[in-house]
């Protein structure tokens, strides 16, 4: 009765924002949702390009210093759940100005931090306006646009989620070279102003009190617990050791708060998560496709900008213009990708999407010291070009199949489940490519042996190169071989990269198969 009463007020204000501002509104809600999506999506990778700075500020390593994107990725997959509660209790306008403000105290939080600590509290505080942020939009957009344009409205959305991360490291590199680390968090302030302004006057839901609705909070710790240990489970098994009795203890706390979140959503009269929604085939499709699209979008724009940085030295903002033809290319598909979903069957474009996708990493996955910088951004955008074809139809495929009481708690499971891939993408090629850089180092090492004739040559050559450039004798073989053993790790380094983008493409390629299924379910 409630969800029923809450629906027909939501629609009954679209309908006054329509009469009031004309058949234009649904451009104007769109621009507003978008812009304080965007401004807030941008922080995910804003800080990328920003870790080596924060590490020497605060004289922290890389395992802390990695909680940066940690703690907003975790709390932002918790948060995409909340959307409907909030919606409930406050109504859309409302929910849309509380989530910006508390980014906006998040950042002053991480901008003015005296120590890191406050930056990880500014940093949960964004994750959770960015988490709630994402379906809250994604539902206006799908209520405000007619049945016949929401894959369009999908591939505007799509367009705002996607771009926002991809220029991050671009624009983040720009303030940091130009200014400092600290300017990074003022970037997203003016447009999050500006959405907090329009969202005021176009969000629909008004701003009457309501009486809150029961909240799940037992899932809600149970689901935070579960993510944080078995995410820093992921991150820390290269430091800890894969078998160390600290790694099983945290793997053992996450699996059983994840079990623990499962048992109560199924017996939950408010569940965060809806898991009856599964029941429905296509949404049940839709969301494995969303999760390995998650997964692999999240792991290839974490690889890139690392492998040009790592392996071609680039700079921070070099590294990040390499992703800006890519962004662009987006923000020109995603609307267009979003009319064709209208009128093709969803299973079409996402699988022509996974291949593109697959296919740049392929590319990127012969990419080494001596690859071009467009190269590069012409391998990221076609994939860049294979995600603007998933999105739109994914979304509005999924959501299509429910009723319109279920749009919240769908699209709130269905962005959950996509940034879950994401969360687990970055960590788990993380820990691939160690693994095989690893592997790589102790062959490659091996080969260097008096035997190697090549070696040999190569050693002679630079300890001709040294005396030509005055180094004393005596350090003449030290020196070579200290620079052989740069190389050898710094080709095993390449080869680990190499192997990351083949497994990125290869879990695209796994995830034709639920795709297949969406088919079938259609």
Request: with cysteine; glycine share 10%.
């Amino acid at each position: 009765m409630a969800a029923s009463s809450t629906k027909n007020a939501t629609e009954n204000s679209i309908e006054e924002m329509f009469e009031r501002f004309g058949p234009n509104y649904r451009y104007y809600v769109t621009f507003a949702g978008m812009l304080g999506v965007m401004s807030m999506v941008l922080s995910v990778t804003i800080v990328n390009v920003a870790v080596p700075s924060v590490m020497g500020a605060y004289g922290i390593g890389q395992d802390k210093a990695q909680w940066m994107m940690t703690a907003f990725i975790a709390t932002m997959t918790v948060s995409q759940l909340l959307n409907t509660w909030m919606t409930e209790a406050f109504g859309q306008r409302l929910a849309f100005v509380i989530i910006i403000c508390v980014f906006l105290l998040g950042t002053a939080v991480c901008a003015i931090s005296p120590n890191f600590d406050f930056i990880i509290m500014g940093r949960i505080m964004q994750g959770f306006s960015a988490g709630v942020s994402q379906p809250l939009v994604m539902v206006t957009l799908f209520q405000v646009f007619p049945a016949n344009r929401r894959a369009f409205a999908m591939g505007l959305y799509g367009m705002t989620i996607m771009l926002a991360p991809g220029l991050g490291p671009a624009i983040g590199g720009i303030a940091i070279d130009a200014f400092s680390w600290r300017h990074i968090f003022y970037i997203p302030v003016p447009l999050c102003l500006i959405a907090l302004v329009l969202g005021m006057i176009f969000m629909p839901g008004g701003f009457r009190p309501r009486k809150l609705p029961p909240f799940d909070w037992s899932g809600l710790i149970l689901l935070c617990i579960a993510l944080v240990f078995l995410l820093t489970t992921l991150a820390n098994g290269q430091q800890y050791g894969w078998v160390s009795d600290e790694l099983f203890i945290r793997l053992g706390i996450g699996l059983s708060a994840a079990i623990g979140f499962g048992w109560l959503q199924l017996h939950s009269k408010k569940p965060l998560f809806e898991v009856r929604l599964l029941k429905y085939p296509a949404f049940a499709a839709a969301t494995s496709v969303a999760f390995v699209f998650g997964f692999g979008n999240m792991a290839s724009s974490y690889a890139i900008p690392v492998f040009v940085q790592t392996v071609q030295g680039y700079s921070a903002t070099a590294a990040g213009m390499a992703l800006v033809p890519a962004g662009v290319l987006l923000m020109v598909m995603f609307p267009i990708s979003g009319r064709v979903a209208d009128h093709v069957p969803a299973h079409i474009p996402i699988m022509l999407g996974l291949l593109f996708f697959a296919t740049g990493a392929i590319l990127m996955a012969g990419a080494d010291v001596n690859t071009t910088f467009w190269s590069v951004a012409i391998f990221t955008m076609i994939g860049r070009f294979g995600m603007a074809l998933i999105m739109p139809p994914l979304v509005s495929s999924a959501l299509k199949t429910l009723s319109p009481e279920d749009l919240s708690r769908g699209s709130g499971a269905l962005n959950f489940i996509r940034q879950l891939g994401g969360s687990c993408g970055i960590n788990i090629l993380v820990i691939w490519m160690e693994q095989r850089t690893q592997l790589y180092n102790d062959v490659l090492t091996a080969t260097q042996t008096p035997a190697n004739a090549a070696s040999g040559e190569w050693i002679a050559r630079v300890r001709e190169l040294l005396n030509a450039s005055g180094v004393p004798e005596a350090l003449h073989h030290s020196g070579a071989l200290h620079y052989l053993g740069s190389v050898v790790e710094a080709q095993a380094g390449t080869l680990g990269f190499q192997d990351g983008f083949v497994f990125i493409a290869a879990v695209f390629i796994c995830a034709l198969i639920p795709t297949w299924i969406l088919k079938r379910a259609r």
